[in-house]
């Protein structure tokens, strides 16, 4: 959400200030650079109540913040995000998500690495905490997304509704290869019946080819004999299955080692496909 001018300011109703850095425990360098590259006057914004809210939507940077109804059975909440790999800061991440449960954070964006020579530098993306790799987003023919923002997702479909959100995203742009010919991304969060969230990839090559996709946790996980991953510990816990009717997949898992250790969980398929479709669903758990 880098330099996103914040409209809504002008029409809150609540005339309360909030001390921006109150709560955030940064180093100098990191308040320089927010005051430097922020276009929102930080010392300006306002409290609003937004506890009714089920969702927050961002559309000039493509970001959906979900959350359940007040009378939800469980707490869930998740996020999903488009825009461009040329932002500030920026990480490769286009069609990234994160669910939460309660008060955790189970499938994750890592999020920064410990700052060194190599982040400001040409080098920057060999760290897997910033490229794609350390995201739950494709990997397509063994290839990452790349940067700058000509890697732009593409709004194909926003459905917002008291039961259910729906964001459709293009990502070809995020990938420079010659094969590809459609890739796409939907994000769906339902409040109702069995409340959770499915994020089904689409993708067309010109000829049979790779395709892979990923979660990202610091949580346990365990998986399971039907093929399914509990993700989480006690009465707190996801459970996950990724399936596709186009072919069989491969599961994967390894720790990102660098400054922050989380696990990456992939699905591969077995085969090379031409035209393919592969569903995560993520739902409430049990042990």
């Known amino acids: 959400m880098n330099n996103r001018i914040d409209s809504s300011r002008s029409e809150r109703t609540t005339e309360q200030p909030i001390d921006s850095f109150e709560n955030i425990h940064f180093q100098f360098a990191d308040q320089l650079l927010l005051i430097l590259f922020h276009q929102v006057d930080v010392t300006r914004a306002f409290e609003g109540d937004f506890s009714n809210a089920v969702r927050d939507w961002f559309d000039d940077v493509q970001f959906l913040i979900c959350r359940p109804k007040n009378s939800s059975a469980h707490a869930m909440a998740a996020t999903f995000k488009g825009g461009h790999n040329g932002v500030n800061h920026n990480h490769n991440d286009l069609g990234t998500f994160t669910v939460l449960l309660g008060d955790e954070e189970l499938l994750t964006d890592p999020g920064a690495e410990v700052y060194t020579n190599r982040t400001f530098s040409k080098d920057r993306y060999d760290g ?21 923002e000509d890697a732009e997702s593409v709004l194909l479909e ?22 590809l010919e459609v890739l796409t991304r939907s994000f769906l969060f339902q409040r109702s019946g069995q409340m959770g969230v499915t994020v089904k990839d689409r993708v067309v090559y010109s000829e049979p080819e790779s395709f892979e996709t990923a979660l990202i946790t610091y949580a346990k996980w365990e998986a399971c004999e ?7 510990d006690g009465n707190n816990m996801l459970k996950v299955t990724v399936a596709s009717g186009d072919g069989e997949l491969d599961f994967a898992h390894c720790v990102i080692e660098e400054s922050s250790k989380p696990t990456r969980l992939s699905w591969r398929f077995r085969q090379s496909v031409k035209e393919a479709e592969l569903t995560i669903r993520i739902v409430v758990g049990t042990a």
């Open 158 to 179: 926003a459905r917002f509704g008291e039961e259910e959100d729906k964001i459709v995203l293009d990502l070809k742009p995020a990938y420079e290869l010659a094969t």
């Open 128 to 148: 897997q905490l910033l490229n794609s790799f350390g995201h739950p987003v494709p990997v397509v023919v063994g290839q990452l997304q790349k940067p700058g």
């Open 226 to 232: 039907d093929g399914s991953i509990l993700i989480g």
